[in-house]
């Protein structure tokens, strides 16, 4: 009963033609079938942020979003947030300058998540910061560092 | 997972006929869908993209009150100023829900369908038994770990916990779900499930919830959600509150009332004889702790949540004080 449906997804700004089957979801598509390994399957069930991408500018989790459901949006990946140049993008700068990580799994989904939550003015006090990252889960505890660049990518970008 | 077919509804119509179709479900933020459908529960053979609707997800808030379209997602209902002035109970309940990533997939709609977080129901490889899952096959929860299982509407077919936070501050300030044909009080939306488990909503195959309407009212506009949780953040209830205070003139004496648990119940659950003991009161804590026992009345504990039945009265008695200006 294997049917697989035609796909054109837009993601990092370019257009990507894909055969999936129906159930394929946004992050096995990335992994699998593009090859963007960046973005990490931790939990594979919407507990733990490792999948975070940002879908029309919004972090979601793709773990939890079919790839046939994001056909026609602007899917940004850990892969496409640096400048064309290779310079870092200032919250990638930060998570290295803070050693935010240790083992790193969680990192790409920190990443996308932080972006994302600076964007949205989510990072008034350390307070606030956990709270809108509290969908990113760090087995290795990482949190305070996590914290600290959030904070300072924040505040170089006011 | 199993496949399926995969369907893109172009009208509100089309998806309502395609969801007519044997084994057909409709797919929105798919934040509960997907997560079912991984874990074995949910083995649709057609899912029904109905993301890619326009003009359901919208946001209206007037005198009357609040209409918010079904596909309005979760993120930007909580972050909506009116809805911040006007429901802050609705607010809060969303914004304290989930994680930032849920909460810009998960709709309002679909937030409502969420199913139960039973770990007995959401492993069937495991547990076969599940009255939910399975009408007459059991229930593998009584006698297991139940920490976070119900203590209201359960009996020994089902103990499972109704998770969601926004639908008992909807229960509270008497929203209406609108099905289109037909509108429903939240409150009769869900059913009683404690001896029909397999049923949780009025929801017939072919209906779609078009979005929700909330009344305005001094109890809603003075209203709000205490969540009390195993952890700070990204965690369902272990109880909580809904609620929503109108004083008289006196500024002392109740005049409306409203409370609604969640995390506690086997659906959103209004605690009126909570509200009628109170109404015509002084707001004054003893007072207020005295009646918010009545909500425990005929609470079950099967074992380890049988600290709910006294955490829940106290989640109210605070939340009201809270909204009274008194804590």
């Known amino acids: ?158 | 997972m199993r496949d399926f077919s995969y369907f893109r509804a172009t009208s509100a119509e089309d998806a309502r006929q395609a969801a007519l179709q044997a084994s057909a479900v409709m797919l929105a933020g798919g934040t509960t869908l997907l997560d079912l459908a991984k874990c074995g529960v949910a083995e649709p053979e057609a899912v029904i993209d109905i993301t890619h609707l326009s003009g359901l997800d919208g946001i209206a808030v007037n005198q009357e009150g609040a209409v918010i379209g079904t596909l309005a997602k979760m993120a930007a209902v909580a972050d909506h100023p009116d809805i911040k002035a006007w429901f802050p109970a609705v607010s809060e309940s969303l914004s304290l829900a989930a994680s930032a990533q849920l909460r810009n997939m998960a709709t309002i709609g679909g937030n409502l369908l969420q199913r139960t977080r039973c770990a007995y129901f959401r492993d069937p490889l495991t547990f076969p038994a599940c009255n939910k899952r399975n009408p007459g096959s059991g229930c593998s929860a009584l006698g297991g770990v139940i920490r976070n299982h119900a203590v209201l509407g359960v009996s020994e077919q089902c103990i499972a916990s109704y998770p969601g936070d926004l639908a008992a501050a909807l229960v509270a300030l008497d929203a209406v779900v609108d099905l289109g044909q037909r509108q429903v009080p939240v409150d009769d939306f869900f059913l009683p499930y404690d001896h029909a488990p397999e049923r949780e909503t009025v929801l017939q195959p072919g209906e779609m919830i078009l979005g929700i309407s909330i009344p305005a009212s001094v109890a809603a506009r003075n209203s709000t959600y205490l969540k009390v949780r195993d952890r700070q953040s990204y965690e369902f209830a272990a109880a909580s509150a809904a609620v929503g205070l109108e004083l008289e003139s006196d500024n002392r004496t109740i005049k409306d009332i409203r409370v609604a648990l969640g995390g506690v119940a086997s659906k959103p659950w209004r605690a009126r004889a909570v509200e009628q003991a109170l109404i015509g009161k002084a707001l004054e804590e003893q007072t207020v702790a005295r009646a918010a026992r009545l909500a425990m009345d005929g609470a079950v504990s099967y074992g380890d949540n049988l600290y709910k039945i006294e955490l829940a009265p106290r989640v109210i008695t605070r939340a009201i004080m809270k909204v009274g200006g008194l804590a």
């Open chain 1, 1 to 158: 009963m294997t049917r697989t449906i035609q796909l054109t997804l837009d993601i990092n700004g370019h257009s990507h033609e894909l055969d999936v089957e129906p159930r394929v979801t946004l992050l096995d598509a990335l992994r699998e079938h593009l090859l963007l390994t960046g973005t990490k399957k931790g939990c594979d069930q919407g507990q733990c942020g490792a999948c975070t991408c940002h879908v029309d500018g919004k972090r979601v989790l793709s773990c939890l979003t079919l790839a046939a459901q994001v056909e026609g949006r602007q899917i940004t990946t850990i892969e496409g947030i640096a400048a064309e140049n290779g310079d870092l993008h200032p919250v990638q700068a930060a998570f290295l300058e803070h050693d935010a990580f240790q083992c790193g799994y969680c990192t790409p989904g920190q990443i996308m998540s932080a972006v994302a939550c600076i964007k949205e003015g989510h990072t008034g006090s350390d307070e606030e910061i956990r709270e809108y990252m509290s969908g990113n889960l760090c087995r290795c505890g990482a949190y305070n560092s996590v914290v600290a660049a959030v904070r300072e990518a924040a505040e170089a970008a006011r």
